[in-house]
């Protein structure tokens, strides 16, 4: 009989999210079943087993059960604590995580893949691991089994762990993680995939300030699948957008379908996948027939749909009269192999871009910028070399290196990049298959020193005229830039606000009334309240609103800082009335039982003007 492993200890001095503390076999973790995933947050199968996680820690929710996640970094991007701690936000994970920035912990459990799930019994000894998707069902048995012979045993804990969840910051935009972006030039509109909010963010051509008429909400601002009118359907993590035929096309991503949204009434209807996610690699059914495997972008041609399905690391190809869809590139087999359409292998394509007889597509595991030429149905590589081999490097091929692209927009003759886990957007030549960086210099964050752009792993672009819509995805915003970085503003959705938020929210602190100086900018000092041990996250978006009924003044959003925050409001942007400023950031406190949470602030400020009024107001 082979003798019991006991679990390694998890390793000390490393980040934690959801916890006030970090958690032992040997003390808090005593008595309980445990299931450790290690997983990364680029990996879409990693992605495809937090559902089945939810569901676990659902099912034996009163019962000494926990899961901990042990993030182990493929990108170097994903090492930072900022940038997990974005991702278990984005994501919705509730449960504790640890940041395995050396893999100190993946390499005591001799783990070898992304996902692996190791369930470990209440005595502190290894059951066994599983690599890969699915196995849900075993896990239920295995963990149910445990339960119960270690209730019996007397070495089960009372009750299961008490911790507490953290939470991102509420934005000024009204956004929440927005992974996509589409610019309708023509007829002056703005799409915007809300992601976090599993919504259609819908908006007329922003001003010249950045200011944008919201049309319509389409979804009501919680995870589903139901088909109907604007605030009744619903969506669960919307990506990717295209338009045809009056109708705009929506990749539903964590629902595996493709919904259309019919612009004049904004009714929801599902035009493809059955809803299940599915491993057919093949294809040839119709609509909703078809199952889908995380289909994260759209281009359409005509009469035909390429989608990027992420999740078979294919493209597939449907026909919008008939439903007809069928793979089209890629065989499945997760690499970077050029050649014959159907024999390549790819590596989680994530954003489309249609370009004369080129479908340009951003593969994100491969760190590559590729195509396939649509008349001779071959793939090719204009950037990246292979799944491990990524960087930040301008110049030209083979030295030039992206990590991990999310999206891609073709102008004139080049191709845009969102560059995401450089937090740059790049500019790529496919013919001289050259690469330089437009917008971002590198550091995460939401503005340089100076005023300039910084993007935060920014997942989506669009190209209008000669200007860029980006959606900054961990700032929780859009971006309205020109290419040469110069000029830039984020685009402010009048009267947009989360779903679980009113318009007007309960507790702004009412403030003496001010006489400003008319025509002058005014100076905003906003001081924040914190605990005796708090300090600003520095790590954070840190968000600032002022409006006077639903127009908005200013909206800014930056990195966290020491407080006050100092805000000047350009002289345009004065006007008389009840000013509602608000102040969204994150604080933690100090300690090894810290913990960053969000926290909020919000006064209303009458307003009047006057030749020699106040340059200043100090909340």
């Not at 974005?86 to 100190?104: C, K, L, N």
């Not at 740059?424 to 503005?447: F, N, Q, W, Y």
Request: hydrophobic share 40%; aromatic share 8%.
């Amino acid at each position: 009989m082979d003798a019991k492993v006991r679990a390694p200890e998890l390793a000390r001095g490393l980040a934690w999210f959801n916890t006030e503390r970090p958690l032992r076999f040997s003390h808090e973790l005593r008595g309980q079943v445990v299931l450790l995933d290690f997983w990364t947050y680029c990996c879409i199968n990693c992605m495809h087993t937090l559902p089945d996680l939810a569901r676990l820690e659902a099912e034996f929710a009163d019962r000494p059960f926990a899961v901990i996640g042990v993030h182990s970094a493929k990108f170097t991007n994903e090492a930072e604590r900022r940038n997990v701690r974005a991702a278990v936000q984005r994501y919705g994970i509730a449960h504790p995580v640890v940041v395995d920035d050396a893999m100190s912990i993946w390499r005591s459990y001799g783990v070898r893949s992304w996902p692996t799930r190791v369930l470990i019994d209440p005595e502190g000894y290894v059951v066994g691991s599983v690599a890969g998707e699915g196995q849900l069902e075993a896990f239920e048995n295995s963990i149910s089994r445990l339960l119960d012979e270690h209730a019996q045993k007397g070495t089960l804990a009372q009750a299961p762990l008490k911790l507490r969840r953290e939470d991102a910051v509420r934005s000024p935009s009204g956004l929440r993680f927005p992974c996509k972006v589409l610019a309708d030039r023509h007829e002056g509109r703005v799409f915007v995939s809300d992601t976090g909010h599993h919504r259609i963010v819908i908006a007329g051509w922003p001003d010249e300030d950045g200011r944008c008429e919201v049309l319509q909400v389409v979804g009501r601002g919680a995870p589903g699948r139901e088909d109907g009118p604007a605030d009744g359907a619903s969506f669960n993590g919307p990506q990717g957008m295209a338009l045809a035929r009056g109708k705009l096309y929506v990749a539903d991503t964590e629902n595996h379908l493709i919904r259309a949204v019919d612009l004049k009434d904004f009714e929801v209807t599902t035009f493809a996948g059955t809803g299940v996610m599915t491993n057919d690699r093949a294809g040839g059914l119709q609509g909703t027939e078809q199952g889908l495997n995380s289909p994260w972008d759209l281009a359409i041609d005509g009469g035909t749909m390429y989608v990027a399905m992420a999740g078979l690391h294919q493209i597939w190809r449907f026909e919008l009269g008939t439903g007809m869809g069928r793979a089209y590139a890629g065989s499945g087999r997760e690499n970077l192999t050029d050649g014959p359409a159907e024999s390549a292998a790819l590596a989680q394509p994530s954003g489309l871009a249609l370009h004369g007889n080129h479908l340009y597509f951003a593969d994100s595991e491969v760190s590559a910028i590729r195509g396939v030429d649509l008349a001779g149905e071959l793939v090719f590589t204009v950037i990246g070399e292979g799944l491990f081999d990524f960087g930040d490097v301008d110049g030209p091929y083979p030295g030039a290196r992206l990590q991990h692209p999310l999206g891609i927009a073709a102008w004139q003759d080049r191709l845009f990049v969102a560059d995401s886990y450089n937090h740059k957007v790049k500019m790529v030549d496919p013919v001289m298959r050259t690469v330089i960086t437009v917008l971002g210099d590198g550091e995460p964050g939401a503005m340089a020193p100076g005023g300039g752009l910084r993007l935060f792993e920014p997942g989506g672009l669009s190209v209008a005229g000669n200007e860029l819509m980006v959606a900054d995805t961990n700032n929780h915003r859009v971006v309205w830039a020109e290419w040469s970085g110069h000029v830039w503003r984020e685009l402010a959705f009048e009267g947009l606000t989360a779903p679980e938020f009113e318009d007007e929210p309960e507790g702004s602190e009412p403030a003496s009334p001010v006489t400003l100086r008319r025509g002058s900018p005014v100076h905003l000092l906003l001081d924040g309240v914190l605990p005796l041990d708090g300090y600003p996250n520095p790590e954070a978006p840190l968000g600032v609103r002022v409006r006077v009924g639903d127009r908005t003044l200013y909206q800014a959003t930056r990195s966290g800082a020491p407080f006050p925050i100092e805000i000047d409001l350009p002289a345009e942007a004065v006007e008389e009335g009840e000013w509602w400023i608000e102040m969204s950031y994150a604080y933690c406190t100090a300690g090894e039982q810290s913990l960053c949470v969000p926290g909020r602030q919000s006064w209303r400020v009458p307003v009047q003007l006057a030749d020699h009024g106040e340059s200043e107001i100090h909340l």
